[in-house]
Structure formats: C-alpha cells, structure tokens
C-alpha cells in the first residue's frame, strides 16, 4: 500500500458521500483473515498513536484511584471513582457497566489495582478497557503529576478485533488535508501488519469510508460505473410517503 492509492481512495469517499451539514469522520476497515479468534493469542489488541490529531476529537477518560491521586485525577481525568467509593459500585453494576461504555480509557493507582480488577475486571475486561500497563494507564500513588500520562492517552488509540476479523478506526474528519489523513492510515496499516503473525497474508483488504458513506476499497482501481452504483447506494432512501 503507498500514500497515493490511499488518497485515490479518499477522494472517491468523498465523491460517493453526500454532503451533509456536519463534519464527518473517515474510518478505516482492516479486514484480516487466517487468524483463529477463538484463540486468545491470536486476538489483536493494540496501542498507537496517529501522526496526526483529530481536530475536535474527544476522548474521554476515567480513574480508579486512592487518596494519594485524588487531586491530580480530578484535575486531569473527566471521571474520578475513589477507592472509598468502590462500595457504592458493586451495588450499582449497571451504572458501573454505562460507565464502561461511555469512557475511552481507564487509569489505575497500582497500589489498589487488585481491588479495581474485583469491582470492574468483569465489566471493562471484556471490552478491552481495563487499565492497561502497556499504554501508562497503571500508575503508582507516588507520581508527582499524572498529566503526561493523560495527554499521551488522549492521543492513543486502541486496536481490537472484538471476535470479528475486523478492525475499525478514525483516522480523521472532514476538517483536516487529505494528505494528513492518508498519512495516518499508512501509518496504522504498517503498524498493524507488523503486529500481525503472518504479516501480508493475514490481511484480505483494507478499506476507507467517511462516518454516512460507503466503504471504498484501498487499491482496488475503480471504473466510473462502479462509482456511480457506490454513489446510488449512498444516497438515503426517499421516503415512501414522499411524491
């Protein structure tokens, strides 16, 4: 894959997409193939970052923590649940569970890591939101600041096949050059095609799509009727009450 197949494709996201009054993202599709997810090792959960930030993006994240971190938490995280409070949480499971949906990322004081793995481990494990070592989201209770930690994270993003062969991500909106976010995808495809086993051979394709479009294919040389069908089925459905 190089930089000038991949903006071919942007540009042909954009044709077959249509306008719409706010910015869309771009989300890139990693299909792979001879992996068997029934094994836990063969399993993708990854961390990056992109080259380039996603204007406006968001990222939301929450913290498990003791007293020692308290202030710094609260200064840098936008959910602080206290160690005091863990109580309260395994009476409340499902709020706990809206909780895991709603935050990007999760830190841990280590000292009471074992009592986060009690409460939540059965809630954000599955959904690959534990706090994870890997990413500097376990830390100990003596840190001077924790703000480094939470500004790399908020340029961090997760990899995971889910039990699908499939990986989804952003890699940019509307807002930023084309350039910038062919640049990302390059750089999220090499890196995961050198996290996987058999490298070439375990990806089937790879695709890109602006959040309301259709999924264009990276590589792949398209004829002008073949644009015209994607650009058809883009298009939303007139409603069958309207003339």
């Known amino acids: 894959m190089d930089k000038k197949s991949i903006l071919e494709a942007i540009k042909i996201a954009k044709e077959v997409s249509k306008k719409r009054n706010f910015k869309q993202g771009f989300d890139l599709v990693i299909n792979l193939k001879n992996l068997n997810l029934k094994k836990p090792e063969e399993n993708l959960l990854l961390f990056t970052q992109l080259n380039h930030p996603i204007p406006n993006k968001k990222t939301k994240i929450a913290a498990f923590v003791d007293y020692d971190l308290e202030k710094q938490a609260k200064e840098t995280c936008d959910l602080v649940i206290l160690k005091d409070e863990f109580p309260k949480y395994e009476v409340k499971k499902r709020e706990l569970k809206k909780i895991g949906r709603a935050y990007d990322y999760f830190i841990a004081q280590a000292e009471i890591m074992p009592k986060v793995a009690t409460l939540a481990g059965r809630i954000l494990g599955p959904i690959g939101k534990m706090p994870n070592p890997k990413v500097g989201g376990v830390v100990p209770g003596n840190l001077p600041t924790i703000k480094p930690i939470i500004e790399r994270l908020k340029l961090t993003i997760k990899l995971q096949t889910k039990g699908e062969l499939t990986i989804k991500t952003s ?41 309301m479009g259709s999924p264009v294919e990276i590589g792949k040389e398209y004829k002008k009727e073949e644009i015209e069908i994607i650009t058809q089925k883009s298009k939303p459905k007139k409603d069958a009450s309207e003339p």
């Open 171 to 211: 890699v940019g909106n509307e807002e930023m050059k084309d350039e910038d976010i062919a640049d990302n995808v390059l750089s999220l495809y090499n890196f995961v095609l050198h996290s996987l086993p058999q490298e070439k051979n375990n990806i089937l394709s790879v695709l890109i799509k602006l959040s």
